[in-house]
């Protein structure tokens, strides 16, 4: 028990010990920032112009990088020159698969003028980029940083992606803002999101930390705004539309229509005294 203020100095100071090997999360997320730009120049704060100039970048990312896990050295899997080795060499793919999602949103939204406007306006994409970058260092057991990440995304954009779900290409998130994608949640390719959607689990329960949790959205499949997903054995078949609202606990097969019809009843009155004013 914390009963006086020096044994409440004595736990503060040795809580600063115990995370003391662990990077601040604004370097961490100083080399996330970097990574996009470099990635993607819309985002980027400086013109790259040669070959050489985008070698000099990997160079101090890759550097970075290998500081950071350094800092985690005692709980990763492997050394942290051999976990930068692997990144750097997944990057292509995941960037073709980032660009994939930018394409998607591109397609996906008659107010998108083109990528690069996706790039760098939309919140969607930014949270969906991220996400691929965090999940490549999910799969390859690094601790911590992915989570960091996926919070950082959350708290720029209202999207909420865990690392540790299995996204498709060409996955689209419109406006996105309250959008909730659970750790072990499936979702094929072709998927499009919208606003207030959620992919969650049916209960919350710390027994069920190492099973299937969250649904499966299969190929081509959209979900409109405020609809509720719930339970690792749910599964949307392929080319489902779920409407907005929908709170859905049990499978729905391909090409399923699923809609909540709220009941709403219209009534006109002509003499302004029956107008109710609400105040908020």
Known sequence: MLTDKKNFIEHLVNSHLHTAHVVPPSVSCAFLDGLLQLLFPPLSEQVIKSGDEVEHHLRVLESDLELILGKLQERLPDSPTSIVNSFFNALPEVYEQIMDD??????GDPAAVNTDEVIRTYPGFYAVAVYRIAHLLYQLDVPLLPRIYSEHAHTKTGIDIHPGAKI????????????VIGETAIIGN?????????????????????????PTIEDNVVIYAGATILGGKTVVGRHSLIGGNVWLTE??????????????KVSQKPDP??????SI
């Not at 930018?102 to 397609?107: D, G, Q, V």
């Not at 072709?190 to 969250?214: C, E, F, I, P, W």
């Not at 005294?273 to 609400?278: A, E, G, R, T």
Request: aromatic share 10%; proline share 3%; with cysteine.
């Open 190 to 214: 072709h998927v499009k999101v919208y606003q207030g959607v959620t992919l969650g689990a049916a209960s919350v329960d710390k027994a069920m930390a190492n099973t299937k949790r969250h």
């Open 251 to 264: 499978s729905v097969p391909a090409y399923s229509r699923v809609y909540h019809r709220p009941q709403i």
């Open 168 to 179: 498709g290409t060409a996955f689209c998130i419109d406006h996105g803002t309250g959008v």
């Open 102 to 107: 930018a394409r998607a949103i591109e397609a």
């Open 273 to 278: 005294s029956y107008l109710i004013n609400f």
